[in-house]
T-cell receptor
Framework: QKEVEQDPGPLSVPEGAIVSLNCTYSNSAFQYFMWYRQYSRKGPELLMYTYSSGNKEDGRFTAQVDKSSKYISLFIRDSQPSDSATYLCAMRAGNNRKLIWGLGTSLAVNP | DTGVSQDPRHKITKRGQNVTFRCDPISEHNRLYWYRQTLGQGPEFLTYFQNEAQLEKSRLLSDRFSAERPKGSFSTLEIQRTEQGDSAMYLC???????????FGSGTRLTVV
């Protein structure tokens, strides 16, 4: 079993839809949780950075962490065609500097 | 400082040749990381530096791979005797010592023919 599981999709939604992206993990030592967006042939771009459990909101993006269920989510409200990209979750333990990544979910927002 | 810079953006090489990639991190970041990413996969950790010290290396980093960060500024990743399986995107990232601000460059895409 991989340490981080993420459904690769693809996920296709109409413009304006609410998008829900999720990852599950097995290592209870993970404390820092990140969501990255990656456009084709580009490096990952940090969207959200969360420590421990709870919610964090930034504009149209909301990140949720449920450590009891080992489950994290990213919600995108009012999705736009420019949101079409691969979304990767990443996480690390407090005493470890390397990130453990999901496979990424490919999202297409159709005008 | 506009972010993490990687050079070259693309590299095509013949099998058996050596290649070297460069990464210039964000100037105030003292941690620097190398990852490798293949199509449809998340990045795989290769190695990381704190200042000039290489603190961790993945088992993925075979003897043909070497990374340096002289003077704790830019870093180079060299692959000797390239193989077709080395074809991938090589990503560099940097962060502060507390791990915050983890920022990636655009990557170097290597194709071994």
């Amino acid at each position: 079993q991989k340490e981080v599981e993420q459904d690769p999709g693809p996920l296709s939604v109409p413009e304006g839809a609410i998008v829900s992206l999720n990852c599950t993990y097995s290592n209870s030592a993970f404390q820092y949780f990140m969501w990255y967006r990656q456009y084709s042939r580009k490096g990952p771009e940090l969207l959200m950075y969360t420590y421990s459990s709870g919610n964090k909101e930034d504009g149209r993006f909301t990140a949720q962490v449920d450590k009891s269920s080992k489950y994290i989510s990213l919600f995108i409200r009012d999705s736009q065609p420019s949101d079409s990209a691969t979304y990767l979750c990443a996480m690390r333990a407090g005493n470890n500097r390397k990130l453990i990544w999901g496979l990424g979910t490919s999202l297409a927002v159709n005008p | 400082d506009t972010g993490v810079s990687q050079d070259p953006r693309h590299k095509i090489t013949k099998r058996g040749q050596n290649v070297t990639f460069r990464c210039d991190p964000i100037s105030e970041h003292n941690r620097l990381y190398w990852y490798r990413q293949t199509l449809g996969q998340g990045p795989e950790f290769l190695t990381y530096f704190q200042n000039e010290a290489q603190l961790e290396k993945s088992r993925l980093l075979s003897d043909r791979f070497s990374a340096e960060r002289p003077k704790g500024s830019f870093s180079t990743l060299e692959i000797q005797r390239t193989e077709q399986g080395d074809s991938a995107m090589y990503l560099c990232a940097s962060s502060r010592s507390d791990g915050y601000g983890y920022t990636f460059g655009s990557g170097t895409r290597l194709t071994v023919v």
